[in-house]
């Protein structure tokens, strides 16, 4: 059975039971009819469950995470229809945003809804023993070390609330947590995960030991502790459950975006979406469909494949024609519109800071959504791939000098795949190898702006960056108010 359809059967259920949405004033001040809590919930496996299915909602609404992600970065531009369409991305794109950014305030809600969530399993963990409970709370605390991830990357320094979810008035007197006391309750949570999960899940879409894995490898990878993350790494990479999509039977790479390619062997975590539950502007985050697919969607198109978007996030020449000619990537994770109009008789409309380049990755494909076809798209987010995990092995390897001739090995793997020739490199060439193949291989999925910050090239590479401020984002401005100070700024916002 797939969590997509249990998500379906849950949520509306679900939702009237857990909205904590971060340290929001506007909803902590909401008055609740029926609040369901300790003293009649939790009561069965059933409900730990339901609980359960609801953190992992809240996944779906990370979709802006992955389009800033990119804006942010080198990879690509802001676009859309005009200089004033969904202006908080047009403001990260030029690097001018401030702590008033409505896109800004939905990274730190949502992913803090995600904490909630989590938080409101463990916080009962111990009420009702049931067989397999370990997996429940293992998966919350992975969730919990997702969203708690997310949120460092983006913001540094957050408040931390234990096994408690945050109550009113605890943003008056529960301190933003040091980015090292962050990390180290991530590490913590995934390690649990990774002592208490298998490799195989119950129900395609939940967190296994290899998630678990990856996720501990990259936070691992974040903080420079490359001995770590190596051994992790390779820990998932020996235990052989993940292979390269494309590299055995009659799989095909060009494939792996596509709904074949959904949760693949090369899948280590996947956020799943589906095309079967519509919703609109007025709350996008109603949509059990990957909003950011319609978004990135060629502007006013006609043709073949494809369906009509909104052109935002569009990749540079640049980063374009960075592929060989004979990587059997180009094409498939860029897509060349003009090309692809004069072979297939396609039309569109050019948005603006048109650069002639969209993510075919996330495009949005002609299918059975219901709903508004650019809101209910049901392409899968594939969150870490065996690839990533690859290649940060490979940066593990090398930036610690620890195994060059490993390091080389794991790259090679991933080139070999773009039917690329091998390299012979070691030290600092290899690792500037290494970057450019992350750059390469995972454009357009969310990575590259952090992959810049953490290794200190952000400045030399983004447009209007400016050193010691942006590597964070500043903290929202209704979040300091609501704080009453208890929250300073970041640097320089």
Request: with cysteine.
């Amino acid at each position: 059975m797939n969590i997509k359809n249990s998500i379906l059967k849950k949520i509306y259920f679900f939702m009237g039971i857990v909205m904590l949405v971060g340290c929001s004033e506007q909803f902590l001040d909401e008055t609740e009819e029926y609040v369901i809590d300790s003293e009649n919930y939790f009561n069965s496996e059933q409900e730990y469950y339901n609980a359960l299915v609801g953190a992992y909602d809240i996944l779906q609404s990370t979709y802006v995470n992955v389009i800033l992600g990119e804006i942010a970065s080198d990879n690509t531009l802001s676009g859309g229809e005009s200089a004033t369409d969904v202006i908080g991305w047009q403001q990260v794109d030029e690097m001018t945003h401030t702590e008033v950014n409505d896109n800004l305030d939905d990274v730190w809600d949502w992913n803090f809804a995600g904490i909630q969530r989590a938080n409101y399993i463990l916080e009962f963990k111990d009420k009702t023993e049931f067989e397999g409970k370990n997996r429940i709370i293992a998966e919350a605390r992975f969730l919990r070390a997702y969203f708690t991830f997310e949120l460092v990357k983006w913001f540094g320094p957050i408040p931390l609330n234990g096994d408690q979810r945050f109550q009113l008035g605890d943003e008056q007197t529960i301190p933003r947590a040091p980015v090292s006391e962050v990390y180290a309750q991530i590490e913590s949570d995934l390690q649990f995960a990774i002592d208490n999960l298998d490799y195989t899940a119950p129900q395609i879409g939940r967190a296994t030991k290899g998630s678990a894995q990856a996720l501990l490898g990259k936070a691992y990878l974040y903080q420079d502790k490359f001995q770590a993350a190596s051994d992790v790494l390779r820990e998932l990479i020996n235990s052989g459950q993940y292979h390269l999509y494309g590299t055995q039977g009659d799989e095909v790479y060009t494939n792996l975006f596509e709904e074949v390619g959904e949760n693949s062997p090369e899948s280590v975590f996947e956020i799943q979406y589906t095309g079967e539950e519509g919703a609109g502007f007025g709350c996008l985050q109603c949509s059990e469909g990957n909003v950011a697919v319609g978004f990135q969607g060629i502007r006013n198109y006609t043709g073949p494949v494809f369906e009509s978007g909104f052109s935002f996030n569009v990749p540079v020449e640049e980063v374009y024609n960075l592929f060989d000619d004979n990587d059997i990537r180009k094409d498939y994770s860029i897509l060349d519109i003009e090309a692809w109009a004069e072979e297939t008789g396609a039309t569109y409309v050019e948005g603006y800071k048109h650069t002639g380049y969209f993510n075919r990755k996330y495009l949005p494909r002609k299918n059975d959504n219901v709903g508004d076809a650019n809101l209910t798209q049901p392409n899968n987010y594939r969150a870490i791939r065996y690839a990533d995990v690859l290649l940060m092995a490979a940066e593990a390897l090398n930036r610690g000098g620890i195994n060059d001739q490993l390091a080389l090995g794991y790259l090679n793997q991933v080139r070999d795949r773009a039917g690329l020739d091998d390299l012979n490199l070691t030290g600092a060439a290899l690792t500037d190898a290494i970057f450019a193949e992350r750059r390469l291989e995972l454009v357009g999925e969310g990575h590259r702006f952090f992959d810049l910050v953490r290794t200190g090239r952000a400045a030399a590479a983004i447009d209007g960056f400016t050193p010691n401020k942006n590597e964070l984002f500043p903290i929202p401005l209704e979040e300091i108010e609501f704080s009453q100070g208890n929250w300073e700024q970041n640097p320089g916002y």
